[in-house]
C-alpha cells in the first residue's frame, strides 16, 4: 500500500503566489483582446472593400450606359434627346436610385438589409468647338459605410468622341 509523505509546515511549498496568477490572467487577457480587435478590424476592412467594388462597379455601369447613347454631330438636321442624333447633351445630368450589388440576407428587394447607392451622371463638354469634339462622362456613386455612417464616393470619368 501506498502512503503520501506528510507534509511538513517547515518546508515551503512549490506553487504560484496570487499575484503571479493575476498577472498571467492580465496578460492572457490583453491578448485575447488584441486578437479580437484585430479579427473585427480586418472584417470592417474587408466589408468596406466589398461595399466600394460593388459602388465603383455601379459607377462604371452608368458610366457606361451614358458613353452608349447616340452622338452623332455631323448628322443632318441636328436634332437633341432620346431616340435622336444627340441623345446627351451638354450638361445633362441623370441621377439614378439602386441597390448595392453585394450579398445580404434575404431577398435582394428586402429594403430593411440594403444598402442603397445614388448614382449621378453628367455630361459635359470638353472641347466643342474644335476637332475633335470630346464630352467628359461623369459617373459618381454615392454610398453610406453603415458601421460608421460616414458617405462615401466612388467616381468614373470617361472621355468620349463622336460616333464612338
Request: proline residues 7%.
Amino acid at each position: 500500500m501506498l502512503t503520501r509523505p506528510k507534509l511538513s509546515p517547515s518546508k515551503p511549498v512549490a506553487g504560484y503566489a496570487l499575484g503571479e496568477v493575476l498577472l498571467a490572467f492580465g496578460v492572457l487577457s490583453l491578448i485575447f483582446a488584441g486578437l479580437i480587435y484585430g479579427y473585427v478590424q480586418a472584417n470592417r476592412m474587408s466589408e468596406w472593400s466589398s461595399m466600394s467594388l460593388a459602388a465603383q462597379a455601379n459607377a462604371a455601369e452608368g458610366a457606361e450606359q451614358a458613353r452608349a447613347a447616340d452622338w452623332r454631330p455631323r448628322d443632318w438636321p441636328q436634332t437633341n434627346g432620346p431616340g435622336t442624333m444627340d441623345e446627351l447633351t451638354n450638361g445633362t445630368v441623370i441621377i439614378t436610385n439602386d441597390i448595392m450589388d453585394i450579398p445580404i440576407q434575404g431577398s435582394p428587394t428586402n429594403t430593411a438589409t440594403s444598402f442603397w447607392v445614388t448614382n449621378i451622371i453628367t455630361i459635359s463638354d470638353v472641347f466643342s468647338n474644335k476637332n475633335p469634339q470630346l464630352r467628359q462622362i461623369r459617373s459618381d456613386c454615392h454610398w453610406i459605410f453603415p458601421l460608421t455612417g460616414q458617405p462615401q464616393t466612388n467616381t468614373v470619368i470617361l472621355l468620349r468622341a463622336p460616333d464612338q
